[in-house]
């Protein structure tokens, strides 16, 4: 069916009263053949009530039309929420797993044990070169080696 371009509920009966429809009144009175003789106020009433009837369908073509052009919008509007979400947990995954990356690439530190004892001295990195290891002065808070002489 073709789409409805105007609404008929704004439609206006025309005026069968009119000179305009004597051609059309004269002609369903001369073709009437019931027992009680047709007049042109009869002929009047009964267009009026034929353009009524039309009228009357094409506003139930035009609701139909409505609930249709409805029921399709509804639909556009499921599937474009649906493609909205699904954006959405995308995104929400894609910053996850960014998340993931810089959590990985920062550098770690052990667990702080508040019962773990520290030694006393601090060996040295270069190993061979100084057997000796580091001691702490007992007059200054510069680090010295055991067997170095501190200058009194």
Known sequence: MPRILEDPTWAVCLSFESDEWEFLRQSMIDAHLGAIPLTHEGAT????????RENNTKIAAWNAQLEQDQVEQEERDRLTQEEEDAHQVQREKEAEEQCKEVEKKKPKMNTFDPDR?????????????????????????AWSTSNSTTSR
């Not at 009433?45 to 009524?52: C, I, V």
């Not at 060996?123 to 007059?139: A, Y």
């Open 45 to 52: 009433q009964r267009l009026k009530e034929t353009w009524t």
């Open 117 to 141: 004892l520290i030694p006393t001295w601090i060996e040295s990195p270069l190993g061979s070169s100084q057997d000796q290891p580091l001691m702490p002065s007992t007059r200054s808070t």
